[in-house]
């Protein structure tokens, strides 16, 4: 496998700076984490994808990982402006994968600037908001309060790899809560936490490009993962690829079922070109 020679660049935008990371070539695919994760999510299947024959670059959100906290909001919309920004710097069209949130952004970058866009990846999709009592709102306000929001985090953390966790699973979680211990990261993410996606699920009939939904069997932020998943599908005129033994994050639990499906749907939109 080729060495990954990508370093850490950044995007500069009117707030602060958005990191990522870029290597390869070939035609371009950005990666998305979502909400409290670092673009450390992909480290797996980024290399598969960039032997593959692509160009892929991996942004932290805006307050997340090595991206600065001096921006003043952040979300759905926020995140989709910050992709648009990146593509247009990288030189697009590109193949956008967002995961979580990192899905909803991505919608709204298909709505709203589809030339920029050559298919969309949603893994462990929030594209619209869950149903949640005031209770249950309140209690996560309070719980991803900035002074213990690490530590919250770091708890909950294992509970969203249910099924098969990656071999450096430990490593990796111990790398996202330093992050969010880093001077104002805690204060962004608690604020990330209040994200609403009720501006993807509006824009959900104006996306027109190709769209493949990877959910994970297990994902514990849905009660039925697989009707979530039909549901986005047929929204987007999408297919579905459902992993066995993942929960919210396939591309690092199941990374090879997961490169497998998303590589066999870029190919089948290249050859249609």
Not at 41 to 51: E, G, K, Q
Not at 80 to 97: H, N, T, W
Not at 174 to 186: C, E, K, N
Request: include cysteine.
């Amino acid at each position: 496998m080729k060495k990954n020679s990508a370093r850490t660049q950044f995007l500069s935008l009117p707030e602060g700076r958005v990191a990522y990371d870029l290597d390869g070539d070939g035609p371009l695919v950005v990666l998305v984490p979502g909400m409290g994760d670092l673009r450390g999510t992909y480290r797996m299947l980024a290399p598969i994808l960039r032997d593959a024959g692509y160009r892929v670059a991996c942004t932290d959100l805006r307050g997340h990982g090595d991206s600065d906290v001096s921006f003043k909001t952040y979300g759905d919309v926020e995140t989709s402006s910050d992709i648009v920004a990146l593509i247009d710097q990288l030189g697009g069209p590109a193949f956008v994968v967002g995961n979580s949130m990192g899905a909803g952004a991505a919608v709204l970058v298909a709505a709203r600037r589809p030339d920029l866009v050559l298919g969309l990846v949603l893994v462990g999709p929030f594209v619209r908001d869950p149903k949640a009592s005031a209770v249950s709102r309140i209690f996560l306000r309070f719980a991803m309060a900035p002074l213990w929001a690490a530590l919250s985090w770091k708890s909950y953390l294992p509970k969203l790899y249910v099924g098969r966790k990656p071999d450096d699973f430990e490593e990796y979680r111990d790398q996202v809560v330093a992050s969010i211990r880093r001077p104002g990261h805690a204060k962004a993410f608690s604020l990330t936490t209040r994200t609403s996606h009720a501006a993807a699920e509006a824009k959900l009939a104006e996306v027109s490009k190709p769209t493949l939904v990877v959910m994970g069997e297990q994902d514990p932020d849905f009660p039925d993962p697989k009707n979530e998943a039909d549901w986005i599908a047929h929204a987007l005129h999408g297919q579905v690829t459902m992993v066995p033994e993942a929960g919210h994050y396939p591309q690092s639990q199941q990374s090879e079922i997961t490169a497998g499906a998303i590589r066999r749907f870029f190919g089948e939109l290249e050859n249609r070109a």
